[in-house]
């Protein structure tokens, strides 16, 4: 596959995903989001959403990437080089930007008790909210993922788009992020992965 616009399974729900998202940023005030979701902060749905952001951490990754050789044998260092780009460019701009996380703008608000909280949770605070590291990752592996199907189970990148999104959801949904986090980082994500796809078939067909 040249691109992720040869998998339509994934790109047309990816941009009417980033279109929602644009167009909620532009309709609500920061922070409606994680008052929106206080009713639905409860069981099932508080296990699911911290099971759904742990797709976006990088030990599963590692793992994947290392399984991947059973497919591939060129496709390990392919999910390497994403984290290796990835970890130093979220660190980067997240200082640059240097917005505040949910808790640190809440508190500077005073208006913390306005927000259910989903037990069991560690909020981070600080500022360094945007863009989502765990979103970036999410979408940078599952869309090199998708990168990667063979042409006959390109369907599978609609199941790889909503859960990347999924990712993105439990961090709002867990008070770690915004909805401007979510959307920043779903972008970096898949410019990441489609600059790696980009330098492996440069690499690979000349």
């Not at 929602?20 to 409860?42: I, S």
């Not at 609609?158 to 999924?166: G, N």
């Amino acid at each position: 596959m040249k691109s992720l616009w040869d998998n339509p399974w994934f790109t047309i729900p990816y941009l009417l995903l980033l279109s929602g998202g644009l167009l909620w940023l532009t309709v609500y005030p920061l922070g409606y989001e994680l008052v929106a979701l206080n009713p639905f902060r409860q069981e099932p749905l508080n296990t699911f959403f911290r099971f759904c952001t742990r797709l976006g951490e990088p030990a599963l990754w590692i793992m994947v990437g290392l399984l991947s050789f059973y497919v591939n044998r060129r496709y390990p260092p392919l999910f390497g080089l994403v984290v290796a780009i990835m970890w130093p460019f979220s660190l980067v701009i997240k200082h640059f930007i240097g917005v505040p996380r949910p808790l640190a703008w809440l508190e500077g608000n005073h208006i913390v008790e306005y927000v259910t909280y989903v037990p069991n949770v560690k909020l981070l605070s600080g500022f360094n909210s945007m863009p989502s590291g765990h979103t970036m990752l999410a979408f940078a592996m599952f869309s090199l993922a998708t990168l990667m199907l063979p042409y006959r189970y390109r369907f599978l990148g609609l199941l790889f788009v909503w859960t990347a999104a999924l990712v993105g959801i439990s961090r709002v949904f867990l008070v770690q992020h915004f909805m401007r986090d979510i959307v920043a980082g779903s972008v970096f994500g898949i410019l990441i992965s489609d600059l790696v796809w980009q330098l492996y078939r440069k690499w690979r067909f000349g």
